[in-house]
């Protein structure tokens, strides 16, 4: 199955994990270790945002470890989005 594929999957299922006035806007698949996916989704409200973890069989990770590196990898692929000119490779960022 495709990410593209998975994150479809795992986005249908988190909604039944929205409290009342949340709504999901985001699924970021992760893979801190392999083979293991990790899907943090975000859900937001008027209150703010909440993030959920999930495994790949859409059930929610306690195991504050693996959250925590599955968080640290989404974060540190965004910053290298950010440093590399924002998909532009050949015009890369040297500081803030």
Known sequence: ????????????????????????VGVLPTQPFEGRRVYLCAFESAEGRTWLALDDASEPIAERGLVREAAALAALCEIAGESAGGGHLDQPRTGP
């Open 1 to 24: 199955m495709a990410v593209s594929e998975d994150v479809a999957r795992i986005a249908a299922a988190a909604g039944r994990f929205a409290r009342p006035g949340e709504r999901l």
